[in-house]
């Protein structure tokens, strides 16, 4: 429960997580300079529970959301966002997919292993702020996987939200619902995904039933 009368917007002198920058550089002969904010790389996942034919997504409080919306633009948000389950790469020795199964395990609760994921994509996030890179990645899951609640670590508080797959169309329009744009790409890309795999699957079909029609043929010409 946030108490949202006691939210207060304070300078920040110093931060284990942002670290101001000003870069001086020089383009077509005309020196310039342009602020940035240094922050970690981070990898995002996008999970498919196959027994509940739906998507895993999670929702959280984001503070600068609702100080964004609601103090400087005067909107009526709350604050709670739906994103994919995500991490900052921030731990020494360790591959992507090692850090984006620990992040599964942390905030879902599902104990995966990295040759379940399949790379989405690399993109570049808060380009004109930051330009940190987020590794996006996919991976079915299923009641076999699930090892205890989630909801992250330490004071985190993160939901478990499960989007019903003949939902996730609607969801992803609605505008009042407040939702990162990595989730609204994976969204997009999973629409396509899910979409070839049953064409896929239905080609697959027809080549057996053809198989089989015309092995019966040539047994009984």
Known sequence: ??????????????????KPKRILYEENGVAKSWDM???????????????????????QFRP???VNACLYAGQSVDGYTYE?????????????????????????GYA?????????????AATGISGSKQTMFFASIGEKHYKHRGGGIDTEEIELVYLPLEEYKAFMANEQICKSV???????????YFKDEHLRGFWVGVLIFWGVL???????P
């Open 182 to 192: 990595g989730l609204g790409y994976a969204l997009l890309w999973f629409g396509q």
């Open 1 to 18: 429960m946030i108490a949202y009368d006691q939210i207060q917007v304070v300078d920040c002198p110093h931060s284990p997580y942002f």
């Open 84 to 108: 994919l389950c995500a991490g900052l790469v921030d731990k020494a020795n360790k591959s992507l997919e090692q850090i984006a199964c620990e992040e599964v395990f942390e905030e879902c």
């Open 37 to 59: 904010v240094r922050v970690h790389d981070s990898v995002s996942i996008l999970l498919h529970h196959v027994q509940k034919q739906s998507l895993l997504l999670v929702k």
């Open 214 to 220: 015309h092995a019966q043929t040539w047994v009984n």
């Open 112 to 124: 995966i292993e990295p040759q379940m994921l399949q790379k989405i994509g690399v993109f570049y």
């Open 64 to 66: 600068a959301v609702f």
